[in-house]
Every structure is written in structure tokens, then in C-alpha cells.
T-cell receptor, first 111, second 113 residues
Framework: NAGVTQTPKFQVLKTGQSMTLQCAQD?????MYWYRQDPGMGLRLIYY???????DKGEVPNGYNVSRLNKREFSLRLESAAPSQTSVYFC??????????FGQGTRLTVV | GNSVTQMEGPVTLSEEAFLTINCTYT??????LFWYVQYPGEGLQLLLK?????DKGSNKGFEATYRKETTSFHLEKGSVQVSDSAVYFC????????????FGKGTKLSVIP
């Protein structure tokens, strides 16, 4: 039972480069989320998708785009990476009561 | 929107000490409430939950009671172990029909032998 799988686990980008973080869940959940985690800041919501075909901004959406490709997959794209986007990124999915399952995280460094 | 506030850490306790981590939320409705735990180098995992007022969630010796009157969901454990060292996050979901899952900033707990 894989749960939530996100790739890659580590990535180093140069300022201005683009990349897409991939996330897939196999629990048939409607809701999916992207968070970033920074020291002392806890988890901040970037975007979420309440169901296939819908996406909504969270607390810190600037500099990011998302795609809910289908019910299983929810990707996060950085079009032009900046050092301020250095962080650990977590994808999650949840059932209707909000019980969430998280991926292992992507550690992104922008130099 | 809703928000979650939890006590700042870090918290350092001796083994077998009593643990309380405070959590309060702001909401006009009745969100579901959660405690998640994050061990070093890992993602978050659910520790316990409560979906309505006066519910008590419990798991692995941890407990938290959904208190609507004080908008609180404090985490407690009677006797902590070294293996409980982790970061603990309080979260709320479902406020006013929203599907947004909102977290507190996390509390780092270190338990020393």
C-alpha cells in the first residue's frame, strides 16, 4: 500500500530554472494539498484541490502553479525558481473528514 | 479563515514526565481537529483526531479532547518516552464547508533519559 508518493526526494536548482514536483495517491481521496515547511514556520499551504478539476490558493501561492491531472495526481510547478523557494515540500491527500496522509517530502535547494 | 495556534517550543522533558501541548483554534463552525507527529527526516503522520465537540481522540498513550467552549484541543500524555521525541502539529479541517487543512506551527518535543 503506497499511500502518497512524491518525487523527487531531493533537488538542487539554479535561480531561474523551472521544475515540477510530482505527487500521486492511491487511496481514492478527493482532496490533495501542497505544503512547504520552513524552520520556525510550520507547514504553510501553497495550493489545494478539493476534487478533481478544482484548485484553490492557500496561504503562500505566489511563484507556484498546480495541476490536478486526475483524481490520483497533483503536481506543483515552479516556473522560475528563487532562493526564497528553498524549502521542504510535502504533498498530502485527505478523506472527507480531513484525515491526511503525507508523502515523504522533497528537499529543494535553489542556489 | 480559520487558524490554529499551538504553544511554541522547544519542549524538553525527562522520561516519564507529564506532557501537555496546548492548541487553540479559531472557527465559527465545528471543524475536525487533529494532532500529527513528524519524526526526523519523515513526513507527518496522524496521531489522533476528534470530529465533534467533547470527542476524545487517543493513540499510543496520547489524548486530546475537543473543547468547543474553549476552542481547544490540547495534547496530553501521562508518561513520555525518549521515542516520543518529535515535532507535534495541531490541525483543523472543514471549517464552514472548506476543504482546507490548516496547521499550527508545530512544537518540538525532546525527551531525555
Amino acid at each position: 500500500n503506497a499511500g502518497v508518493t512524491q518525487t523527487p526526494k531531493f533537488q538542487v536548482l539554479k535561480t531561474g530554472q523551472s521544475m515540477t514536483l510530482q505527487c500521486a495517491q492511491d487511496m481514492n481521496h478527493n482532496s490533495m494539498y501542497w505544503y512547504r515547511q520552513d524552520p520556525g514556520m510550520g507547514l504553510r499551504l501553497i495550493y489545494y484541490s478539493a476534487s478533481e478539476g478544482t484548485t484553490d490558493k492557500g496561504e503562500v501561492p505566489n511563484g507556484y502553479n498546480v495541476s490536478r491531472l486526475n483524481k490520483r495526481e497533483f503536481s506543483l510547478r515552479l516556473e522560475s525558481a528563487a532562493p526564497s523557494q528553498t524549502s521542504v515540500y510535502f504533498c498530502a491527500s485527505s478523506d472527507r473528514q480531513g484525515e491526511a496522509f503525507f508523502g515523504q517530502g522533497t528537499r529543494l535547494t535553489v542556489v | 479563515g480559520n487558524s490554529v495556534t499551538q504553544m511554541e517550543g522547544p519542549v524538553t522533558l525527562s522520561e516519564e514526565a507529564f506532557l501537555t501541548i496546548n492548541c487553540t483554534y479559531t472557527a465559527t463552525g465545528y471543524p475536525s481537529l487533529f494532532w500529527y507527529v513528524q519524526y526526523p527526516g519523515e513526513g507527518l503522520q496522524l496521531l489522533l483526531k476528534a470530529t465533534k465537540a467533547d470527542d476524545k481522540g487517543s493513540n499510543k498513550g496520547f489524548e486530546a479532547t475537543y473543547r468547543k467552549e474553549t476552542t481547544s484541543f490540547h495534547l496530553e500524555k501521562g508518561s513520555v518516552q525518549v521515542s516520543d521525541s518529535a515535532v507535534y502539529f495541531c490541525a483543523s479541517f472543514g471549517e464552514a464547508g472548506s476543504y482546507q487543512l490548516t496547521f499550527g506551527k508545530g512544537t518540538k518535543l525532546s525527551v531525555i533519559p
